[in-house]
């Protein structure tokens, strides 16, 4: 019973969350200034007062901010995004155009970050003052301080300019067809160095967390009962220190989900990765506040629930924890 | 001498013409190769694909490529049959007849009719945002399939450019004619149909346009291409790359110095600067003139005379932009060399500033300005407003660059008047009407980017550009440009600094790169791989 009466209020306290965020951005994106029909006007070289009135008057926005809000908080509610001022296509299904990319794009990313740096930091804290744990400190140091973008421009001039193994970017080769095993294979390829930039930041900072868990739980007495019990070191690192370890890991990741859609809107744009981050980016250019606000909504929403999931995670791994 | 004149202008050009056949025969004994496939680099994303409502560069080089348009151009200016196979301005100057061929098709197989041509020019006409372009249009008339009478209601010389690639996309009437807005249509970016040399098979909005050679084109055995790939890259170092690793064969409306320099070195790529005297782009210092001080014509020149333009074309952009000195751009048919020109002369600026009353204060300074400029375009834009204040400086004028986050930023600082001068880029479109009343004329000062936001007003420029909007022959129309071109380099609204350093970079594969006067916004059908 507690779980569900936890689960509800959650459920609550997410959707209150989601509606406050989007309040929130839609005060942020009106206050930038210039709109979208100036944007519009921008693209066509000119644009004559009647034709901006017009615009101005289908897009709502010659109406006061809060009913505009009131007119977009209905819509939303209803389930109904809108449409993309600048592209005149429904933000649905831009969203749903773009979120497969991004995806495909983060999971990847901190998938790979969170096996990698987990495993490095378990590495390092067995032996703290080692050779191969100062090589991986410095590493990661490098890693966390290092701009992703800039990351990402190197990883440009390196691999796709100098030594071109990997593509300069994109998420297909340009003339793809986006069929078959070859289609696959190609987006792979082109996954490599925008993934690898992302995943990056996060593995330094799993890796680091990870050494400074595992070093703490490895000074418990438990793990001395268990190394005592004559168990072998594989199962005492893996089993009984780890497991206590990665709670904080897994914390960080669950919270950092919303970083990591942050970190994509870099990396997207550094990589041209047709995403929902640079989807967002170019929207805040053109102004196109139906498809920022949904993208926002969207990412929102993901966050939330990626939240709700950690903790459900805390309780699987630590059964200690109860709804308190 | 004007015996000799004639026989250069009329006799020269016909023996050429009668020659061509012999000429053609010889180059071109072999046709060109079918096949392959084009991969375009833009950095711009298109809205939609629908010219008819969306005007700029982005959605008309698709755009020019799906639709085509009553007319087409040369590169010297001279209107060429395209589904139009004649047609004939009336004496009155009121009238234009379109004589449209005969068994041409839309992309859905339906024939191409004077209906359709009708319903285009009034669509046009309706929601084109240069609304001068076909604003005396009153009606079409369709006397048959294939003659459409478009009535105007003043003389309209700027008609016959109006009916471009670019400018005029004809749409069948079939589709687009359901009632739904054309603005909003949702036929503008999925399945559209239009008539040209290539039709859409794909459009990822912000990402990329496939287009794909259609059989039944109306001009036979073109184009030569099998497809068209527009990818959409808003990172030019990433669009450089792809070409120079053959992933992009070309790029249009490059003019970055340091990657045509790079371009320029390659020796499997050709650099071109041809194919952009229709769109005209000039890049210019844009003076407030209802804000002190600018509002005195001579703090005006005297700012004028602080800039050296060959600096700025020569080290600044690299020796591939030119100086422009006047507002109808050097290429066009109605440019005077004859205009007012403020050679770099800082003592001169300075005393244009101390008799204006701007004497220098005790620490060296006159007065303070402001400078904006447009951004994403640094070399062209933010470099010349540095310039400017690193010379403004010598004369005692302390100038802030202020930069804008981006274009709505800027573009709202300019529609509310919040500046002192700004660096602007502005295209000509063509004919003068379309592109260059539209910043003089004291009838459009309007709150809106693009527009008379100088706040410029001048009757007797009034008058000129109205009358000169209607004259049918070039030669009287030129003379009221000419005035024009000197009144206002004479009284400086705005201080041109020089032509937008646009080129085409291609693969030296590809064979034809469009270089008419609209260039890259004209039907790629005759472009081919070697």
Same mark, same amino acid.
């Given at each position: 019973?507690?779980?569900?009466?936890?689960?509800?209020?959650?459920?609550?306290?997410?959707?209150?969350?989601?509606?406050?965020?989007?309040?929130?951005?839609?005060?942020?994106?009106?206050?930038? !200034?210039?709109?979208?029909?100036?944007?519009?006007?921008?693209?066509?070289?000119?644009?004559?007062?009647?034709?901006?009135?017009?615009?101005?008057?289908?897009?709502?926005?010659?109406?006061?901010? !809060?009913?505009?809000?009131?007119?977009?908080?209905?819509?939303?509610?209803?389930?109904?995004?809108?449409?993309?001022?600048?592209?005149?296509?429904?933000?649905?299904?831009?969203?749903?155009?773009?979120?497969?990319?991004?995806?495909?794009?983060?999971?990847?990313?901190?998938?790979?970050?969170?096996?990698?740096?987990?495993?490095?930091?378990?590495?390092?804290?067995?032996?703290?003052?080692?050779?191969?744990?100062?090589?991986?400190?410095?590493?990661?140091?490098?890693?966390?301080?290092?701009?992703?973008?800039?990351?990402?421009?190197?990883?440009?001039?390196?691999?796709?300019?100098?030594?071109?193994?990997? !593509?300069?970017?994109?998420?297909?080769?340009?003339?793809?067809?986006?069929?078959?095993?070859?289609?696959?294979?190609?987006?792979?390829?082109?996954?490599?160095?925008?993934?690898?930039?992302?995943?990056?930041?996060?593995?330094?900072?799993?890796?680091?967390?990870?050494?400074?868990?595992?070093?703490?739980?490895?000074?418990?007495?438990?793990?001395?009962?268990?190394?005592?019990?004559?168990?072998?070191?594989?199962?005492?690192?893996?089993?009984?220190?780890?497991?206590?370890?990665?709670? !904080?890991?897994?914390?960080?990741?669950?919270?950092?989900?919303?970083?990591?859609?942050?970190?994509?809107?870099?990396?997207?744009?550094?990589?041209?990765?047709?995403?929902?981050?640079?989807?967002?980016?170019?929207?805040?250019?053109?102004?196109?506040?139906?498809?920022?606000?949904?993208?926002?909504?969207?990412?929102?929403?993901?966050?939330?629930?990626?939240?709700?999931?950690?903790?459900?995670?805390?309780?699987?791994?630590?059964?200690?924890?109860?709804?308190? | 001498?004007? $015996?000799?004149?004639?026989?250069?202008?009329?006799?020269?050009?016909?023996?050429? *013409?009668?020659?061509?056949?012999?000429?053609?025969?010889?180059?071109?004994?072999?046709?060109?190769?079918?096949?392959?496939?084009?991969?375009?680099?833009?950095?711009?994303?298109?809205?939609?694909?629908?010219?008819?409502?969306?005007?700029?560069?982005?959605?008309? *080089?698709?755009?020019?490529?799906?639709?085509?348009?009553?007319?087409?151009?040369?590169?010297?200016?001279?209107?060429?049959?395209?589904?139009?196979?004649?047609?004939?301005?009336?004496?009155?100057?009121?009238?234009?007849?379109?004589?449209?061929?005969?068994?041409?098709?839309?992309?859905?197989?339906?024939?191409?009719?004077?209906?359709?041509?009708?319903?285009?020019?009034?669509?046009?006409?309706?929601?084109?945002?240069?609304?001068?372009?076909?604003?005396?249009?009153?009606?079409?008339?369709?006397?048959?399939?294939?003659?459409? $009478?478009?009535?105007?209601?003043?003389?309209?010389?700027? $008609?016959?450019?109006?009916?471009?690639?670019?400018?005029?996309?004809?749409?069948?009437?079939?589709?687009?004619?359901?009632?739904?807005?054309?603005? $909003?249509?949702?036929?503008?970016?999925?399945?559209?149909?239009?008539?040209?040399?290539?039709?859409?098979?794909?459009?990822?909005?912000?990402?990329?346009?496939?287009?794909?050679?259609?059989?039944?084109?109306?001009?036979?055995?073109?184009?030569?291409?099998?497809?068209?790939?527009?990818?959409?890259?808003?990172?030019?170092?990433?669009?450089?790359?792809?070409?120079?690793?053959?992933?992009?064969?070309?790029?249009?409306?490059?003019?970055?110095?340091?990657?045509?320099?790079?371009?320029?070195?390659?020796?499997?790529?050709?650099?071109?600067?041809?194919?952009?005297?229709?769109?005209?782009?000039?890049?210019?210092?844009?003076?407030?003139?209802?804000?002190?001080?600018?509002?005195?014509?001579?703090?005006?020149?005297?700012?004028?005379?602080?800039?050296?333009?060959?600096?700025?074309?020569?080290?600044?952009?690299?020796?591939?932009?030119?100086?422009?000195?006047?507002?109808?751009?050097?290429?066009?048919?109605?440019?005077?060399?004859?205009?007012?020109?403020?050679?770099?002369?800082?003592?001169?600026?300075?005393?244009?500033?101390?008799?204006?009353?701007?004497?220098?204060?005790?620490?060296?300074?006159?007065?303070?300005?402001?400078?904006?400029?447009?951004?994403?375009?640094?070399?062209?834009?933010?470099?010349?407003?540095?310039?400017?204040?690193?010379?403004?400086?010598?004369?005692?004028?302390?100038?802030?660059?202020?930069?804008?986050?981006?274009?709505?930023?800027?573009?709202?600082?300019?529609?509310?008047?919040?500046?002192?001068?700004?660096?602007?880029?502005?295209?000509?479109?063509?004919?003068?009407?379309?592109?260059?009343?539209?910043?003089?004329?004291?009838?459009?000062?309007?709150?809106?980017?693009?527009?008379?936001?100088?706040?410029?007003?001048?009757?007797?420029?009034?008058?000129?550009?109205?009358?000169?909007?209607?004259?049918?022959?070039?030669?009287?129309?030129?003379?009221?440009?000419?005035?024009?071109?000197?009144?206002?380099?004479?009284?400086?609204?705005?201080?041109?600094?020089?032509?937008?350093?646009?080129?085409?970079?291609?693969?030296?594969?590809?064979?034809?790169?469009?270089?008419?006067?609209?260039?890259?916004?004209?039907?790629?059908?005759? *472009?081919?791989?070697?």
């Amino acid at each position: 019973m507690g779980t569900l009466r936890y689960l509800i209020s959650r459920l609550f306290q997410g959707a209150a969350l989601v509606l406050a965020v989007v309040v929130l951005n839609f005060a942020l994106v009106h206050a930038a !200034p210039g709109d979208p029909v100036e944007t519009i006007a921008g693209a066509s070289g000119g644009m004559s007062e009647e034709l901006q009135a017009e615009l101005r008057s289908r897009y709502g926005l010659d109406k006061p901010l !809060p009913v505009q809000l009131g007119i977009y908080l209905r819509q939303v509610v209803s389930g109904d995004l809108g449409y993309s001022y600048f592209f005149n296509l429904p933000v649905s299904d831009m969203i749903a155009d773009r979120v497969p990319a991004t995806l495909l794009l983060v999971v990847t990313s901190v998938l790979a970050a969170f096996l990698i740096g987990t495993t490095l930091g378990v590495l390092s804290a067995r032996r703290p003052n080692g050779l191969l744990s100062q090589s991986i400190n410095v590493l990661s140091l490098v890693g966390f301080a290092a701009p992703v973008f800039w990351m990402g421009l190197l990883l440009i001039i390196f691999l796709a300019s100098w030594v071109p193994i990997f !593509p300069v970017s994109g998420m297909r080769g340009i003339e793809s067809t986006g069929k078959g095993w070859g289609d696959v294979l190609d987006v792979v390829h082109h996954l490599v160095l925008p993934s690898l930039t992302l995943g990056l930041v996060y593995l330094a900072q799993y890796s680091r967390l990870s050494r400074a868990a595992m070093l703490d739980v490895l000074g418990a007495d438990y793990i001395r009962t268990a190394r005592a019990k004559g168990l072998s070191e594989g199962v005492v690192l893996y089993k009984h220190a780890l497991r206590n370890a990665v709670l !904080p890991v897994v914390t960080v990741l669950g919270l950092q989900f919303g970083n990591v859609m942050a970190g994509a809107i870099v990396v997207e744009t550094v990589f041209n990765w047709p995403g929902l981050g640079r989807l967002a980016f170019e929207s805040v250019l053109r102004r196109d506040y139906p498809t920022l606000l949904g993208v926002l909504f969207f990412s929102s929403l993901v966050v939330v629930v990626m939240n709700q999931v950690t903790d459900l995670c805390y309780r699987l791994i630590d059964p200690r924890i109860k709804t308190s | 001498m004007a $015996i000799f004149r004639t026989i250069l202008r009329k006799v020269i050009p016909f023996a050429l *013409v009668a020659a061509l056949p012999i000429y053609s025969s010889l180059v071109f004994a072999q046709a060109p190769k079918r096949g392959g496939t084009l991969v375009v680099g833009s950095t711009q994303a298109l809205r939609h694909l629908n010219g008819a409502v969306q005007s700029g560069l982005a959605t008309a *080089v698709p755009g020019t490529q799906i639709f085509a348009s009553p007319l087409r151009f040369d590169d010297k200016w001279n209107a060429q049959p395209y589904l139009a196979e004649k047609w004939a301005l009336a004496a009155d100057g009121k009238s234009l007849t379109l004589n449209l061929r005969k068994g041409a098709v839309f992309h859905d197989g339906k024939p191409i009719t004077s209906e359709d041509v009708a319903f285009s020019i009034m669509a046009i006409k309706a929601n084109h945002p240069f609304t001068t372009m076909m604003g005396p249009v009153e009606k079409v008339e369709t006397p048959d399939p294939h003659t459409a $009478i478009i009535r105007m209601s003043v003389p309209h010389p700027a $008609i016959i450019l109006a009916m471009s690639p670019a400018l005029c996309p004809i749409l069948p009437k079939h589709i687009y004619g359901d009632g739904t807005d054309l603005k $909003i249509h949702p036929r503008n970016s999925v399945d559209v149909v239009g008539s040209g040399p290539f039709r859409l098979t794909e459009f990822k909005a912000g990402q990329r346009v496939v287009l794909e050679r259609f059989d039944k084109y109306f001009l036979a055995g073109k184009p030569y291409l099998d497809k068209i790939i527009i990818n959409i890259n808003p990172d030019s170092s990433n669009l450089m790359l792809g070409l120079e690793r053959g992933e992009i064969q070309m790029i249009p409306y490059a003019t970055n110095s340091t990657e045509l320099k790079r371009f320029a070195s390659n020796p499997t790529l050709n650099l071109t600067n041809k194919g952009f005297e229709g769109i005209g782009a000039l890049n210019w210092l844009a003076f407030n003139t209802a804000k002190k001080p600018m509002s005195d014509v001579n703090v005006r020149k005297a700012i004028a005379m602080t800039i050296d333009k060959n600096f700025i074309s020569k080290a600044l952009h690299g020796g591939f932009s030119q100086p422009a000195d006047g507002p109808i751009v050097a290429s066009s048919p109605f440019a005077v060399p004859d205009v007012i020109r403020y050679p770099l002369d800082l003592k001169k600026s300075a005393e244009l500033l101390d008799a204006a009353g701007y004497k220098a204060g005790a620490n060296g300074e006159r007065f303070k300005l402001t400078i904006d400029y447009l951004p994403g375009q640094d070399e062209q834009q933010k470099n010349v407003a540095e310039y400017v204040r690193a010379q403004l400086k010598k004369v005692g004028v302390t100038v802030e660059v202020r930069a804008s986050a981006d274009f709505p930023a800027w573009a709202k600082r300019m529609a509310t008047r919040d500046f002192d001068m700004s660096m602007d880029a502005v295209f000509n479109w063509g004919d003068p009407i379309i592109g260059v009343h539209r910043t003089y004329l004291s009838t459009n000062i309007r709150p809106i980017v693009w527009t008379n936001t100088q706040s410029y007003t001048n009757p007797k420029v009034d008058d000129l550009l109205n009358t000169a909007g209607g004259l049918l022959d070039p030669t009287k129309r030129k003379a009221y440009y000419a005035t024009f071109q000197k009144i206002v380099t004479d009284e400086l609204p705005i201080h041109f600094i020089n032509g937008t350093p646009y080129h085409t970079v291609s693969n030296k594969k590809v064979l034809n790169v469009p270089t008419t006067i609209w260039g890259p916004v004209s039907p790629y059908d005759e *472009v081919s791989f070697k």
